[in-house]
């Protein structure tokens, strides 16, 4: 006995899904592309950048924690939610210190990469100018609150990968901020290494290995190579991200 097929439709395309798939799941494997930040393979997926956000006729949901299901019509790449998008990074680019320029990060920062996929000419709204402490207790890691986009990323690859529970965020709208969950709530007295995930999936540059700074001369780095979406469509780059 066949099983009966499982399809949704993004943007006028049939894809195909198994049970238990996100939106978002099934696009990528589909070699379809969702703007997205705070998703990663393998994490529990939060919904927390908004950027993913497609229209199921009037409904709009977040592709990375909706399930797909049979017979879902599904708009991604349009007009208005592409505009919708753009309007989203240029407000997570002015309530952070996000200079691009002199940023170490600079070339293979995801936000950045994003704003050149969004065509994101101008910030638009007036800088925010946050204060925001940084934390260079730790003899390898480095913690720039500033240029956290609050994407959960690192509080999640800490809980669900790496078994330490190093990170949460707390407060919330402006008053949210990134804390570390020592005793002095410093890295420094937490049990983060270089070598966790969480010390690596920063897609900005709020958690940055120290000493290690332009070693990828600018020009070499991954998003001077690649557009954001090779990346994410391609296995193989992705993971050498």
């Given at each position: 006995m066949?099983t009966?097929s499982?399809?949704?439709n993004i943007?006028?395309?049939d894809?195909?899904?198994t049970?238990?798939?996100t939106i ?6 589909a070699?379809i592309y969702i703007?997205h ?5 393998g994490?529990t997926?939060?919904g927390?950048?908004k950027?993913?956000?497609?229209n199921?006729g ?6 990375c924690t909706t399930p797909a ?14 505009t919708?998008r753009k309007?989203?990074?240029q ?7 996000h ?17 050149y996929h969004?065509?994101?000419?101008d ?5 925010f100018?946050?204060r ?6 730790h ?6 609150r ?5 994407c959960d ?7 669900e990968v ?7 965020i ?7 901020h ?16 270089a ?5 690596n ?6 958690i ?14 991954i ?5 954001i ?6 296995k ?6």
């Amino acid at each position: 006995m066949k099983t009966a097929s499982h399809t949704i439709n993004i943007d006028g395309q049939d894809i195909s899904f198994t049970k238990g798939q996100t939106i978002m799941d099934a696009a990528l494997a589909a070699n379809i592309y969702i703007p997205h930040l705070c998703h990663y393979p393998g994490l529990t997926p939060h919904g927390n950048c908004k950027l993913c956000t497609v229209n199921i006729g009037d409904q709009c949901v977040t592709a990375c924690t909706t399930p797909a299901a049979n017979g879902q019509q599904i708009s991604n790449n349009t007009t208005a939610l592409n505009t919708t998008r753009k309007m989203l990074i240029q407000m997570l680019f002015i309530e952070g210190n996000h200079i691009c320029p002199s940023c170490e990060k600079t070339g293979n920062c995801k936000l950045q990469a994003m704003g050149y996929h969004l065509d994101m000419r101008d910030e638009r709204f007036p800088q925010f100018y946050q204060r925001r402490e940084m934390d260079a207790s730790h003899p390898t890691i480095l913690l720039d609150r500033g240029r956290c986009i609050m994407c959960d990323l690192c509080v999640r690859a800490s809980r669900e990968v790496d078994g330490k529970n190093v990170f949460a965020i707390s407060g919330r709208g402006v008053n949210a901020h990134l804390i570390v969950n020592s005793s002095s709530g410093k890295l420094v007295d937490s049990d983060i290494e270089a070598s966790d995930l969480a010390a690596n999936i920063c897609p900005v540059g709020a958690i940055l290995a120290k000493e290690h700074g332009y070693e990828t001369p600018i020009g070499q780095r991954i998003f001077d190579q690649h557009q954001i979406s090779e990346i994410d469509l391609d296995k193989k780059l992705h993971e050498d991200d």
